[in-house]
């Protein structure tokens, strides 16, 4: 039977410190850098169980991110997954792709697919952030994971 697992967890980009898990490794020479549109990030974040980063760890979000908005709202497209280390999720992982509008209260992505325990995944991901620096850029977000697998 096919099951739904709502899942917490708090991701952490951290551009800063002497480990960042989060490189900007492409950026593009645009009239307008304060935009950064064209930039590729690619990320090893730690997935934490609370909300700080010395919270439990229970995984890694490994993938990339592009700015990709001319505009308005700043936009990121994502391509991620969440590769789970702990407890009974261990070993399994969730792949996660979509745009997010950073800077809006809640933000939708998709799941993507599964593996593991989220074999055959489907469902979705909401994302609020729960802190930014703006001067060293690092960012904890809650995401909260409604996934659908047997
Ligand atoms: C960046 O773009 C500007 C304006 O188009 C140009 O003058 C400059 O040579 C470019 N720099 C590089 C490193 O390509
Ligand atoms: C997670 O699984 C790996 C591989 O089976 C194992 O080595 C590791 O001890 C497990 N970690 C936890 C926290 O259970
Ligand atoms: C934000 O980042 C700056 C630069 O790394 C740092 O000096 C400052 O303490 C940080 N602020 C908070 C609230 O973490």
Same mark, same amino acid.
């Given at each position: 039977m096919e099951k739904l697992t709502h899942l917490q967890v708090y991701w952490h980009d951290k551009p800063? %410190?002497? #480990?960042? *898990? *989060? #490189? @900007?490794v492409a950026s593009a020479n645009f009239t $307008?850098?304060? #935009? %950064?549109?064209g930039s590729i990030i690619v990320i090893d974040d730690a997935l934490t +169980? %609370?909300? +700080? @980063?010395?919270? +439990?760890l229970i995984g890694r979000a490994q993938g990339s991110y592009v700015l990709a908005s @001319? %505009?308005?709202?700043p936009a990121v497209i994502m391509s991620m997954t969440f590769a789970f280390t702990a407890g +009974?999720? $261990?070993g399994s992982t969730i792949s996660i792709a979509g745009r997010n *509008?950073? @800077?809006?209260?809640v933000r939708e992505m998709s799941i993507a697919g599964g593996t593991g325990?989220?074999?055959f995944a489907r469902g979705y991901v909401q994302m609020r952030t729960h802190f930014f620096n703006f001067t060293s850029g690092d960012a904890s977000v809650k995401y909260d994971i409604y996934v659908l697998h047997y």
């Open positions: 800063s %410190g002497p #480990i960042p *898990t *989060t #490189i @900007l $307008n850098p304060s #935009i %950064g549109f +169980e %609370g909300p +700080e @980063l010395d919270s +439990e @001319l %505009g308005q709202p +009974e999720y $261990n *509008t950073v @800077l809006s209260a325990v989220f074999r």
